[in-house]
């Protein structure tokens, strides 16, 4: 999901809209806000709890991630997991973050 846009789609994103972070909906985040392919995308607050830097999100899209002890609340692009974690930082590959769905 997050290596490559869509053929035709824009740098950074998966559907084409100038989103500079966009990020897959995990099964825990589904549980908050039902999200389904082609459905209207929703930002969201993505804190590192470990380095307090937050960013805001576009959900564009769902993602299976893994479910259980080791289950993915969200799953967030390159740019957006650099920029919580650090530039040079993309190789941690997972981070505690707290998720925060914004009302629109």
């Given at each position: 999901?997050?290596?490559?846009?869509?053929?035709?789609?824009?740098?950074?994103?998966?559907?084409?809209?100038?989103?500079?972070?966009?990020?897959?909906?995990?099964?825990?985040?589904r549980?908050?806000?039902?999200?389904?392919?082609?459905?209207?995308?929703?930002?969201?607050?993505?804190?590192?709890?470990?380095?307090?830097?937050?960013?805001?999100?576009?959900?564009?899209?769902?993602?299976?991630?893994?479910?259980?002890?080791?289950?993915k609340?969200?799953?967030?692009?390159?740019?957006?997991?650099?920029?919580?974690?650090?530039?040079?930082?993309?190789?941690?590959?997972?981070?505690?973050?707290?998720?925060?769905?914004?009302?629109?």
């Open positions: 999901f997050t290596q490559e846009p869509r053929p035709g789609a824009k740098n950074r994103n998966q559907d084409g809209s100038p989103y500079e972070f966009y990020a897959a909906a995990g099964p825990a985040l549980a908050l806000k039902q999200f389904e392919w082609g459905m209207e995308p929703y930002r969201a607050i993505v804190e590192n709890v470990r380095n307090g830097r937050a960013i805001i999100v576009t959900v564009v899209d769902w993602c299976q991630c893994r479910q259980g002890a080791d289950e609340l969200i799953d967030l692009s390159p740019a957006a997991f650099e920029a919580l974690a650090g530039d040079g930082n993309l190789g941690l590959g997972v981070l505690k973050v707290r998720v925060t769905v914004m009302e629109e």
